[in-house]
């Protein structure tokens, strides 16, 4: 730090005293390093200092009339906006316990009078400097502070991006619209939610940070009909049984295609576990009939049951360019009655009692007309 | 940047010739700082240069064999001890001599007899501008500007 010219501009200096001729010598003295600001009373250094750019130091005499150098401090150190600025009292008093007062008071230090030119020199590019140094290390701090909040805003905003540019590659290939994807999302939000203090899933359940990854990868639960053949993807009747196998691949193919993006990252995201786990589980059935692997009840990850409601609902409820969705009632009853074949009892339970939610979802990210021809031109 | 901490391992070197002025500065300095002191220029600038330098010189003018002022310039010719802020403890108050202090590089004076408040106050402000540039200049040299 060259001590030389450190500033573009002059550092203001203020001096406040009552004596015209202390102000002349004062001034006269610091006009060649620094911008010299007077004022002849305390009120009016308050004045100064409030009305326009601050000074940068101030020099406040204390036998002062009408407001004296103490009251002056006391003010200045009270307000948020002048606290900051070092002040040095001029005095001819040398007693202690004054000494004492002004340092209480906020001040930094004092120039006794007669002044010598050299101290009032020193003394105010000590102070000068100390605040220039504190004032840059304080911006740093904020700057740093600021710079951390940034990154962590990126980093989440690219896991969402991230989940959402694989999802949408999956959508433009299906039949479902966007909306599905959001649906889905919010249903699994919700079933989590209402689980989360139950005594068989708090354990994983109960905790805002999985509740919120669960609802970040929900939407990657069909990535892998991204490899499922448009003929059969596009397929509108039914399925031949070669088809239904290929088409089965798609929970299979999507893990693999996690797993692998993971892999040429070279670390696994906690984000992507769940992901993982809902794309390859959610169309295993609680009776062990679903697939790829045919597992049953508590052997199915949590997630992948909590998906497969929320998947099979929306099927049902959704409108196609070729069909008119299911009634909110009747696909209600369809849950239902899989209740402990398809799906977990206790999921399905807490389905009904938040089936109201679900539909609300439904209509707030409804299909409309527009949407589905949009999708339907793709 | 909490400072009652940071001053608590500052080491203060007090420099005078006369045991009653080392007494005294030792007891008002002692609970705040690390305190060492030397009696004469010669045992200042030893402790000065040895591996453990003080982080702030309270050095009398007047001294025997070698003055404040002597010691002073040595300590500011070299640049392993250039960086350690000094402030002259003088009885004098001549302009003049106060003008060759500061030439010499002093940071500051305190007049005797020493007011406890002013000597603590300015003991505060160099210890913690030294810290401060010491910070920026470790970072400096860390990242080659700031």
């Known amino acids: 730090m060259a001590d030389a010219n450190p500033y573009i501009e002059k550092p203001t200096v203020l001096v406040v005293d009552d ?28 004045k100064v200092v409030m009305t326009g750019a601050p000074p940068d130091i101030i020099l406040l005499d204390i036998m002062m009339p009408v407001m004296d150098g103490y009251e002056t401090c006391r003010h200045l150190k009270e307000n948020p906006e002048t606290r900051d600025i ?9 007693e202690v316990e004054d000494e004492m007062k002004g340092f209480e ?45 940034q990154r962590t805003q990126e980093v989440v905003a690219v896991q969402e991006v991230t989940i959402l540019a694989m999802a949408s590659l999956a959508e433009t290939r299906d039949n479902d619209t966007g909306n599905h994807i959001r649906r889905t999302q919010f249903y699994v939000r919700a079933l989590a939610e209402k689980l989360r203090n139950h005594e068989r899933f708090c354990h994983l359940l109960d905790d805002d940070k999985t509740i919120e990854l669960l609802f970040k990868s929900a939407p990657l639960h069909d990535i892998g009909k991204v490899g499922i053949p448009d003929a059969i993807l596009l397929k509108p009747g039914r399925f031949t049984p070669e088809e239904f196998e290929i088409m ?38 609680w009776d062990g009939t679903g697939y790829p692997e045919g597992l049953s009840g508590d052997d199915i990850p949590i997630s992948g049951r909590l998906m497969a409601v929320a998947d099979v609902y929306d099927a049902l409820i959704c409108r196609r360019i070729y069909k008119e969705g299911m ?23 807490a389905f009904m009692e938040i089936a109201e939610t679900f539909q609300e979802i439904a209509k707030r990210f409804e299909d409309t007309d527009h949407d589905l021809e949009k999708h339907a031109k793709q | ?41 010669k045992k200042a600038l030893q402790i000065a240069f040895s591996n453990e330098p003080p982080d702030l010189i309270l050095l009398d003018i007047m001294m025997p064999e070698m003055d404040g002022y002597e010691v002073c310039s040595q300590l500011k010719n070299d640049s392993e001890t250039r960086d350690i802020p000094v402030i002259f403890l003088t009885a004098k108050t001549d302009v003049e001599d106060e003008v060759k202090g500061f030439d010499l590089g002093a940071a500051d004076y305190i007049t005797k007899p020493v007011s406890p408040p002013i000597l603590l106050a300015r003991v505060r402000t160099h210890l913690r501008l030294k810290r401060m540039t010491d910070y920026l200049k470790s970072k400096m040299d860390q990242t080659g500007a700031w």
């Open chain 1, 248 to 285: 089965k691949s798609h929970t299979t193919l999507g893990r693999d295609a996690i797993r692998a993006a993971e892999q040429r990252l070279g670390l696994e995201l906690p984000f992507l576990a769940y992901a993982k786990e809902i794309a390859y589980t959610h169309q295993e059935k």
């Open chain 2, 1 to 41: 940047m909490t400072d009652s901490n940071h001053e608590q391992q500052q080491t203060i070197l007090v420099v005078d010739d006369t045991p009653d002025n080392l007494t005294m500065i030792t007891s008002l300095l002692k609970d705040l700082y690390r305190v060492k002191i030397a009696v004469s220029g």
């Open chain 1, 327 to 349: 009634p909110h009632e009747k696909a209600v009853g369809i849950i239902l009655e899989s209740k402990g074949s398809h799906f977990d009892p206790d999921i399905v339970d």
């Open chain 1, 105 to 149: 008071l906020g001040a930094v230090d004092y120039i006794t009078k007669p002044i010598s030119p050299p101290i009032v020199l020193a003394r105010v590019h000590t102070h000068l400097q100390l605040k220039r140094v504190r004032d840059y290390l304080k911006d740093q701090n904020e700057f740093l502070e600021n710079e951390v909040r």
């Open chain 1, 19 to 46: 004596t015209p001729d202390n102000l002349s010598l004062m001034s006269g003295l610091l006009k060649d390093k620094y911008k010299v600001k007077i004022a002849n009373n305390g009120a009016r250094a308050l």
């Open chain 1, 86 to 94: 070092p002040v040095i009292f001029l005095t001819a008093k040398a």
